[in-house]
């Protein structure tokens, strides 16, 4: 043979969820936060899993630092993963979400959480499993990609008695890892007034910066809720509330019926048009419905608008006509009496101020809270969007504007202000304490970031 015949190879691609360089890309976030894109996306989940079951959020956190390991678990009191959502997650060829076609103001809606969480690990270097616990099972999942690239999924499934709600346990190397899990418990128990969360953590290290070399766990650290849920003291759009036309362009929409569509060529239901319809706020009645779809003849069912795509324009117009756009206040806010009681209690607020305001962006509607106090000790910087904490700024590409200056970022206006959590951006002889928390609630943010961090604003 004095020639080479190459081949061609297939490499799968679903590989790039273990692969560091990947998943930096994926997640927005460099290696070293990886343990904590694994914890956020787990308490976004948990949240979520907790509101669609329509019980009081008790969401757990476990930290145990040990032999150069960070062993993490996030616990809820949801309904619990189901066995086939499990399946679907780890096909990694595709996405599974049930977030990522739907305009609404709720956390997440990357599509690939779980996903990332269970290519994290291996990325790191580390060979231990991933395991979720769920009512009546015990999920022991090992992945890795072999030499040539290909991925390798080893799922076990055993039986597990007494779990309520889910449980998801991962294990990455301590080295390398800027992570501060007490920051992120406290954020989600900020936004969250309804949520109760509990974080308990164990170090074998001194160096870890807990207390002692003992492996015995420091007192549990418990954010309780402040509000009923489910009650009328406190509203949030839920995960199972209706979503309204007037939050959809009508690229979203062909989205979303396309997606159902796509669902139902690989065994999915084929949903009648009049279904689909009902599913939207102000439009669930049998009759609008049926005025909606009168629009529409011959075409009974989603699978109908692919052969004539255009048609899901005029479906959106006729939807928003027979609909009214939702106020503001179906959005929810976080509201001033937890972040005032939240504040007082972690950092002794000796000033309080609060302001909401309202707007719209790129057509859907928003609403935007500021607390900020001035305090006993020294406090820190809060941000969410949609009840969910984001890793920096959501505001760094956005100017915002006084009487007296202007500046771009949240903490940049902040140290003009003299109202900055951080002596760093203090002027000079400045020592005021603050603690500061910014919340925007949209249907449809517009990220300029795949870690879903930076917010684009119209106007």
Request: net charge negative; with cysteine.
């Amino acid at each position: 043979m004095n020639e080479l015949k190459r081949t061609t190879f297939e490499t799968s691609r679903a590989a790039e969820y273990f692969d560091a360089h990947e998943l930096q890309a994926q997640t927005g976030q460099p290696a070293s936060n990886f343990a904590t894109v694994a914890l956020k996306e787990l308490m976004d989940n948990a949240l979520d899993a907790c509101e669609t079951a329509g019980v009081a959020p008790e969401v757990g956190i476990e930290v145990r630092e040990e032999e150069g390991l960070i062993r993490l678990s996030v616990s809820d009191n949801g309904s619990g993963i189901p066995l086939e959502t499990v399946r679907k997650v780890l096909n990694f060829d595709t996405r599974t979400s049930d977030k990522v076609a739907y305009r609404s103001p709720t956390r997440g809606a990357q599509g690939n959480a779980l996903k990332t969480v269970i290519g994290i690990p291996h990325a790191l270097g580390c060979q231990e499993p991933v395991l979720i616990e769920a009512p009546g099972i015990r999920h022991v999942i090992r992945a890795w990609v072999d030499p040539a690239g290909e991925l390798r999924v080893d799922h076990d499934e055993g039986g597990v008695d007494g779990r309520r709600g889910t449980q998801v346990g991962l294990v990455v190397p301590r080295k390398g890892q800027d992570f501060d899990p007490d920051y992120w418990a406290r954020s989600f128990a900020l936004f969250n007034p309804h949520a109760s969360v509990r974080i308990r953590a164990h170090s074998q290290s001194a160096e870890c910066g807990y207390q002692g070399k003992s492996d015995e766990p420091e007192d549990d650290v418990f954010y309780h809720s402040t509000v009923p849920f489910p009650g009328q003291g406190f509203r949030k759009f839920l995960p199972t509330d209706l979503t309204s036309p007037h939050w959809y362009s009508v690229k979203a929409l062909e989205r979303l019926l396309f997606s159902y569509t796509a669902d139902a060529r690989t065994g999915g239901r084929n949903l009648p048009l009049r279904e689909f319809v009902r599913q939207f706020r102000g439009l669930s009645g049998t009759q609008k419905a049926k005025v909606v779809a009168a629009g529409f003849p011959g075409m009974k069912y989603l699978s109908d608008f692919e052969k004539v795509p255009g048609a899901v324009a005029e479906l959106l117009v006729r939807m928003r006509k027979e609909s009214k756009a939702p106020s503001h206040e179906v959005l929810g806010v976080v509201g001033e009496e937890h972040f005032r009681v939240c504040f007082e209690e972690w950092y002794g607020a000796e000033r309080f101020w609060y302001t909401k305001a309202k707007g719209e962006t790129y057509g859907t509607p928003y609403l935007f809270e500021v607390a900020v106090a001035q305090t006993e000790e020294a406090g820190d910087l809060f941000t969410a969007v949609n009840f969910s904490p984001t890793f920096d700024d959501p505001l760094a590409a956005t100017r915002l504007e006084s009487p007296e200056f202007a500046a771009y970022g949240i903490k940049s206006f902040l140290s003009q202000a003299h109202a900055s959590p951080y002596p760093e951006y203090h002027w000079e002889g400045a020592t005021t304490r603050t603690a500061v928390a910014v919340h925007l609630v949209t249907p449809a943010p517009v990220f300029l970031d795949r870690g879903k961090t930076r917010l684009q604003l119209e106007g």
